[in-house]
């Protein structure tokens, strides 16, 4: 779908609402808001006040991207850079920040997992290139510039931290599924789970290939129910992260437009 034209859209915001006690991969921090200014509080005059909240986060908290230098093989990144002589504690990368990252905007493709399966995924399902050439084989396939989102259904499990994190693994996409997505001339690749492939798998191929090998940004932790529950296809997707300098992951507010009546 090109870039939406005049007239009237649904637009569906695929970001999971950021709260305390929300999912968090272990080993990152969680996300903690903490109103710190009470409205009464401190009065203006002619009854007036205001309030303000502290938000604490990580660059990997809820519906997020993975930026180049997350990933790195061999101590280099996206472009053959030399990745352990340019990070510090203070700044952060040095190189290949998540600030440097470009809008990402395009036409987008949903691939639903439970509609392609027939019933609900399970930690062993790994989405390749024979399962991508199942669902496009009836829907227009991914061009250069597509951004890519698969549905495993795990959304439905954000309200249960435990549920939704499952130690045990979760299905995803596997490295020759990548491989046809970067094929395809794909822009970014997203998912509903924590992690951008199937788990467990400790040397991440489907992350290395796309962010170390291609320079292609992870979307993760996306919220994808509602547009599944559409049966929408194919729209209009935009991202944006923020201006972290030094960052190697920024939260996101992505959505995905879609033709009224489409």
Known sequence: MPWPAAGRFTVYDLAFPLRNGMPHAPGLPATEFELVKRHGDVLLGAGISTAAERITLGGHSGSHLDGWAHVSRDGRIFGDRDILASQTIAEGMLVAGVAEMPPILGPGHLVDLPRLLGRDPVAEDGVGATELERWFAARPEPSPGSIVLLRTGWGRRWSDPDSYLAPGGFPGLVLDGARWLTDHGVAAWGVDTLAAEKQPDATLPVHVHLLVER????????????????????????????????????????????????
Do not use: D
């Open 215 to 262: 320079g292609i940004p992870v979307l993760e932790m996306l919220n994808l129910e509602a547009l599944a529950a559409a049966g929408v296809g194919e729209f209009f997707f935009t991202a944006v992260a923020l201006p972290i300098v030094g960052g190697t992951g920024s939260p996101l507010r992505p959505l995905a437009f879609v033709p009224a009546g489409g």
